[in-house]
Each structure stands twice: as C-alpha cells, then as structure tokens.
C-alpha cells in the first residue's frame, strides 16, 4: 500500500497495484477501542477487519443484543508494513503487533476463516488458544479436575503423568473441556514496535 498524501476527501490516496505488498497486520488498540479504531481507519480509507459476536445482555426485564470485539484489544488491518504511520498514528492504536520490532504479518487464509465462521450463522465466541504439548486442566466431564499434556493423534488426548514412576497414561478429551494452565512461548512480544 503507497500511501502518499491526504486526497481532497481527507482520505489516503493507496495505490494497490501489484507492486503494493499489501498484508494482513494486527493492531493492539487501546482498552475498549476496537470499534473507535476500525472506523478511525475505515474513514481514512485504510481497508481493516473488527471481528464481532454477538452476547445476550439482560437488563431488567428486557434482553438485547451487545456486539463485542472476538479478540478484544486487537483488530486487524491491511496495509503495506513499510507505509505504516498512518495505521499507528490512527486515534486508539497502541501498536502493530511485532515480533524482533518487525510487524508480524497475519495468514489472509485465517482472515478468511474467520471472516467464513462469522458468516455461517453459527455461533462464534473467543476460546482459549491450545496447543499440542501445552499444559492443560479439565473444566467438566467425569475428568473434572486433572491435570496434564494435551497431544494430538487422531483425536485429543490428555497425557496424565506419574512423576515418581516416571510413567505417563493418555486419555481421549472432548477440546470443549479443557483450558490452558500456562500461555503459548509464542506470544507476540511485548516489545511492540510501530
């Protein structure tokens, strides 16, 4: 994206030609943002993507519909990474999400899965990140409570280890019922860097 100049409509002028490289980015936005931020950018004509689902809220005697950000402090933008102060300079941005001060571009086929999830009228919410080999804990089921390794063979399994045999038994899991104990290593860093 070569963004040269504010046009007469107070938009950027983004010529995506084919020498463009343009690339799906995360923004980490301010707290409660997001939506501040996407049409901050949607008014400068910079394409982005705030993924939203739908909660139930009950209020007194009636029930209405609160769209809420799928990931909430961060939205998703496509821009050529070397013309970016436009982006980071966007009202809410906090950074561009980097790894080593480089901006990490995002897969457009995971925008696209996304984007096709939260268009097939199923119901969408956030879930936490997991992993093969990540340290896990079962949150229902008659396994309620156990602790242990998530592998992966042809379905998920929980490796539940005996420490002082140095033995180890796996079970099949429902995904559905477990969460993490610990984070990914692969967390974007905390050295953002516009």
């Known amino acids: ?24 980015y995360a923004l980490r936005t301010r707290s409660n943002c997001e939506k501040i931020v996407a049409g901050f950018l949607e008014a400068r004509g910079i394409q982005q993507f705030l993924p939203l689902y739908r909660v139930p809220r009950r209020w007194s005697d009636r029930v209405f519909e609160n769209w809420i950000p799928l990931f909430r ?18 009202l809410g941005v906090v950074s561009i999400v980097s790894f080593g001060g480089i901006p990490a571009p995002i897969d457009s086929g995971e925008i696209e ?32 409570g156990i602790e242990g390794i998530l ?35 692969t967390q974007p860093s905390k050295d953002h860097h516009p």
């Open 73 to 90: 402090g961060y939205l998703f933008c496509r821009f050529d990474a070397r013309y970016r102060t436009p982006v980071v300079s966007a």
């Open 151 to 185: 592998i992966q063979r042809r379905t998920w399994r929980v490796v539940i280890s005996v420490e002082m045999l140095q033995r180890c038994v796996a079970v099949e899991v429902d995904p559905n019922s477990v969460f993490p104990l610990e984070y990914p290593e």
């Open 1 to 24: 994206m070569n963004i040269s100049a504010v046009n007469g409509n107070g938009k950027y002028d983004v010529d995506q030609s084919a020498g463009s490289n343009l690339s799906w």
């Open 113 to 144: 899965a996304i984007r096709r999830a939260l268009g097939s009228g199923q119901n969408v919410e956030p879930y936490p990140y997991l992993r093969e080999g990540q340290k896990i804990r079962i949150k229902k089921g008659p396994l309620q």
